[in-house]
């Protein structure tokens, strides 16, 4: 059974940071890309990152770049982003996703 559990999530004021982790069981994980994803309220899914198997090539949102950061841990078959800098209009439910399993999404809630 795959199953995506992100942590992480919560509550930060703008210009803050926050942490997400993706921990994957259930499937090949080394071999993955692994991608996060965001949904705010009334608005559609948005890529945010990915991450290439061996962690060697990365893409981030023009949003986001310079201020996100996604890594992975093979050895603990789980993957990171690690958000600076947040903006108000960022507060969503952040998901991550591996062959187009979903985890159930950590919510980021960012106060102005």
């Known amino acids: 059974q795959v199953q995506l559990a992100e942590s992480g999530g919560g509550l930060v004021q703008a210009g803050g940071s926050l942490r997400l982790s993706c921990a994957v069981s259930g499937l090949t994980f080394s071999t993955a890309v692994m991608k996060w994803f965001r949904q705010a309220p009334g608005k559609e899914r948005e890529f945010v990152a990915s991450?290439?198997?061996?962690?060697?090539?990365?893409y981030g949102a023009d949003s986001v770049k310079g201020r996100f950061t996604i890594s992975r841990d093979n050895n603990k078959n789980t993957v990171y982003l690690q958000m600076n800098s947040l903006h108000a209009e960022e507060a969503a439910v952040y998901c991550c996703?591996?062959?187009?399993?979903w985890g159930r999404g950590a919510q980021v809630t960012v106060s102005s």
């Open positions: 996703d591996a062959y187009s399993y």
């Open positions: 991450i290439s198997w061996n962690g060697g090539t990365t």
